[in-house]
Each structure stands twice: as C-alpha cells, then as structure tokens.
C-alpha cells in the first residue's frame, strides 16, 4: 500500500528554537493534511495543501508542499511551549483503500524551557 | 455541533471478555475510520467505512470487528479482548470533495486489557 515517511519520530528544542518536521512519499499525492494531537487528546486538522509548490502560514507556522507532490514540511518558527504535541501529516492519493489517505507516524516535538 | 462522539472514554476489560466502541458523527461524512494509537507507532489502520453498508480492512484487522449500522455510526467490537489490545482508539469522520480532505476525530477511547 502507499506509505507516508515522516522524519524525525522525535525531535528536542529549546524554547525559542526553530522545529521543522518532513514527510515524504514515494507516489505522487492529490493533497497532504497536517494534524497537531497536544498530549492526551486527539488529532485536530491544521491545514491542507493541494499544488504543486504550495506555501502556507499560520502565524509562527509555515507549511510547504513539494514542486513534485511528493513531500511536504511544517516549520515552526520560535517555538512556545503551547507547540508541544505531535505532528502528523496524512497524504491523499488517488484512488486506492482507505480512500486513499494514509498519515504519517508522527514527529513528537518536546521542548524544554 | 458535536462533530465526532465517541464512547466510552475508558475502559479496562479482563483478558477474554468482549466489548464495543461506539462513534457517532453528524457531518454527513460517507467516510469514517478507526486507528488505534500506540506509542511510538503513530495512527495504524484497524478498519474503514468508506460508504453506509461497506466496511474494509486496514492495516492490523486481527481481533476486531466493525459494523457501519447508518451513516452516522460505525462501531468496533473486540470479541476476546487481548492484552496485545491495550491502547487508545480513535475514529474519525473524514470529509472527502474535490476541494479538499479533512479528518475529524472522536475524543478517544483509552483501553487497557489485564
């Protein structure tokens, strides 16, 4: 089935530095969605990219999808402590199971004060 | 709008015994899923809905079954609970258009098996 990389599984930050997370797939994806789950709650929708090279920010977050549909980035500028959670990416392809959305495994971003 | 109802919140079931997930979601949504939650394994597929009166496998099926009773519920039965089984459940609604995706999720169901 179609597979969703997302690097890194973990990433440490002080508070104050950038945070970056990348997911990768080997298809060519319709769009790419990203989710923010804080600890013990659920995953909640961020945002969706759909063209090809498409950029988009929210506040301190800036979401990038790849010329060739295939990757996508979040980036968190100056992180707050609020900003901890994981990050999930979720890829739509066409056609396929599942009606073809697949997500990522996550990037859990701890930061310490 | 409630969006996504999933129930119960908890549970802690014996090895052995059975028990159903309930998930209910008022958007209208054709497609609806369940994952389950484990750490450092992300969202893994447990089973899926993508229409009212079809259900597939998804990527762990063993041990479970679904039932889409209407459009607006789809539950997950586990018939001998396992503590292999232990974690937290989610469903989800997931709007499908030509516009766009959006996945919604329920509260989730933390489940431990002794």
């Known amino acids: 089935g179609q597979q969703v990389m997302q690097i890194p599984q973990y990433q440490h930050v002080q508070e104050g530095e950038d945070f970056t997370t990348y997911c990768n797939s080997s298809t060519t994806l319709s769009n790419i969605q990203w989710y923010k789950q804080r600890p013990g709650g659920h995953p909640v929708f961020l945002i969706q990219l759909v063209k090809s090279g498409e950029v988009k920010k929210q506040k301190r977050l800036t979401f990038q999808f790849g010329e060739a549909k295939k990757n996508s980035s979040l980036h968190i500028t100056a992180t707050q402590t609020t900003d901890v959670g994981t990050y999930f990416c979720?890829?739509?392809?066409?056609?396929?199971?599942?009606?073809?959305?697949?997500f990522g495994k996550g990037t859990h971003l701890i930061i310490q004060p | 709008n409630a969006g996504v109802t999933q129930t119960p919140k908890f549970q802690v079931l014996k090895t052995g015994q059975s028990m159903t997930l309930q998930c209910a979601q008022d958007m209208n949504h054709n497609s609806m899923y369940w994952y389950r939650q484990d750490p450092g394994m992300g969202l893994r597929l447990i089973y899926y809905?993508?229409?009212?009166?079809?259900?597939d496998k998804g990527e762990v099926p063993n041990g479970y079954n679904v039932s889409r009773l209407n459009k607006r519920e789809f539950s997950l039965r586990l018939e001998s609970a396992a503590p292999s089984q232990t974690s937290v459940y989610f469903c989800?609604?997931?709007?499908?258009?030509?516009?766009?995706?959006?996945?919604?999720f329920g509260q989730g169901t933390r489940l431990t098996v002794v």
């Open positions: 979720a890829g739509r392809y066409s056609g396929g199971g599942a009606d073809g959305l697949t």
């Open positions: 809905s993508a229409s009212e009166g079809t259900t």
């Open positions: 989800a609604s997931i709007r499908l258009s030509t516009g766009g995706t959006e996945a919604f």
